[in-house]
């Protein structure tokens, strides 16, 4: 399940491909934020965790799913989603796996693998600062993106204030940037490895999705 079409796009020309290599067929939808009574359904973006819920629910009537997972950003994370109010303190990792892992007891489905990319997915971008700065032809933006991921010590550290996230970074570096075009095209540039390289949030989401799927299929 993606929170939009940016990620819907990562999802599709990256992560699936990367995926299929190990015999994994992936398949994407686009959260449905809203479902009016007679009209089109509207899709992308986080309101409240019972929305969320719903559709994660709805998806899971489907029987032919393996194991359903997340790309959604834990920045802009609905306050009343689960284990929210409950983080404790500590490192950005161990809060949002605190979160994670409260979305999967709510839920209660063992298909059910919550995933929040830390911050957001500009953090994935971020790190491929010499890929933005390639397809921006601006050296010196990727030299402005390396320096934000070197003070924060990686890139899933680039912390979710309403200022210093990773997107509201980027816009004030690149003012043209694109999230739904440049963002994926960066991140399909340095591809996954680098990205499970980078960032162990990620990586260790990547490591459970294939070692669920292989107890599965035993």
């Keep these: 399940m993606c929170e939009g079409q940016t990620e819907e796009t990562v999802a599709r020309e990256v992560i699936a491909p990367y995926l299929q290599c190990a015999d994994v067929f992936v398949t994407r939808s686009i959260l449905t934020?809203?479902?009016?009574?007679?009209?089109?359904?509207?899709?992308?973006?986080?309101?409240?965790w019972g929305k969320l819920a719903t559709e994660i629910r709805l998806l899971l009537r489907d029987s032919s799913i393996t194991t359903l997972t997340t790309l959604l950003d834990y920045y802009g994370l609905p306050s009343d989603t689960p284990g929210m109010a409950t983080r404790p303190p500590g490192s950005p990792y161990d809060r949002v796996t605190h979160v994670e892992r409260a979305m999967g007891q709510a839920i209660g489905d063992p298909r059910f693998l919550p995933h929040l990319v830390l911050h957001e997915i500009e953090a994935w971008v971020i790190l491929g600062h010499e890929a933005l700065g390639e397809l921006t032809g601006d050296a010196a933006l990727a030299h402005a993106a390396q320096a934000i991921v070197t003070d924060a010590q990686g890139a899933e550290l680039v912390n979710d204030g309403a200022d210093t996230a990773p997107s509201k970074?980027?816009?004030?570096?690149?003012?043209?940037?694109?999230?739904?075009?440049?963002?994926?095209?960066?991140?399909?540039?340095?591809?996954?490895?680098?990205?499970?390289?980078?960032?162990?949030?990620?990586d260790a989401w990547f490591t459970a999705v294939n070692t669920g799927l292989t107890k599965q299929r035993r």
């Design 33 to 48: 934020t809203k479902r009016p009574a007679g009209g089109t359904s509207c899709k992308g973006g986080l309101s409240t």
């Design 169 to 202: 970074r980027l816009l004030r570096l690149y003012p043209r940037y694109r999230k739904t075009s440049d963002g994926p095209l960066v991140i399909a540039e340095i591809g996954i490895d680098a990205i499970r390289k980078g960032c162990p949030h990620a």
